[in-house]
């Protein structure tokens, strides 16, 4: 019910754009998160947006290189991360919160889509 696109293999400094669409039914009134899993670590919250998009919220690592938006009018949510780094390497994941609001904790998510390779090399 949720589709992640958008990684790939970009080289330190530059740019990808996430996207994740809904099928089957709306996320509007939900909120949103994309979290991030590396290789031999936990899953991580990276960032959060309310289902008006009235707020967003970022984990310090990423704050200020990412953006979160969406389109509730195309059930999609967006990942715009820039000025990439080594260590943003991970399987990204976005996921739908049980209530309005987002959280950083994976466990407040009860929708999960299939997750897309983010490889960023030095």
């Known amino acids: 019910q949720l589709q992640a696109s958008g990684g790939g293999l970009v080289q330190a400094g530059g740019s990808l754009r996430l996207s994740c669409a809904a099928s089957?039914?709306?996320?509007?009134?939900?909120?949103m998160g994309w979290l991030r899993q590396a290789p031999g670590k936990e899953r991580e919250f990276v960032a959060g947006?309310?289902?008006?998009?009235?707020?967003?919220d970022y984990a310090d690592s990423v704050k200020g290189r990412f953006t979160i938006t969406r389109d509730n009018a195309k059930n999609t949510v967006y990942l715009q991360m820039n000025s990439l780094k080594p260590e943003d390497t991970g399987v990204y994941y976005c996921?739908?919160?049980?209530?309005?609001?987002?959280?950083?904790?994976?466990?407040?998510?009860?929708?999960w889509g299939q997750g897309t390779l983010v490889t960023v090399s030095s």
């Open positions: 089957g039914r709306t996320f509007s009134n939900n909120g």
């Open positions: 947006i309310t289902w008006s998009g009235g707020a967003t």
């Open positions: 996921a739908a919160a049980r209530t309005a609001y987002y959280s950083r904790h994976a466990a407040s998510y009860n929708y």
